[in-house]
């Protein structure tokens, strides 16, 4: 199984999400104070995201249903078909 999204139990103020390589640069040239490089994941496939920041609730169900696509699309059929 491949994870999709981490967050501290504590305190979840931000949340680290997997993405696209070329989509998490942009979004972290659009959204500098609220998306960043992803903290203790790869830098390329992993974004921290505030959910307590500008971002709005649309915007951050987005950006968790990019990252479970991303991971539900890299699985095998056989692992897709115990999940859907």
């Known amino acids: ?13 931000t949340v680290n999400l997997k993405c696209d390589p070329d989509r998490a640069v942009d979004l972290r ?10 903290f203790h994941m790869n830098k390329k496939h992993w974004n ?17 249903q990019h990252s479970y696509s991303l991971v539900l699309d890299s699985l095998s059929k056989n692992v897709k078909a115990t999940l859907i």
């Open 1 to 13: 199984m491949g994870i999709f999204v981490l967050t501290s139990i504590s305190e979840p103020k």
């Open 48 to 64: 921290t995201v505030s959910v307590m920041g500008s971002l709005d609730h649309k915007q951050i169900r987005e950006l968790i």
């Open 29 to 38: 040239e659009r959204f500098p104070d609220d998306i960043f490089p992803g």
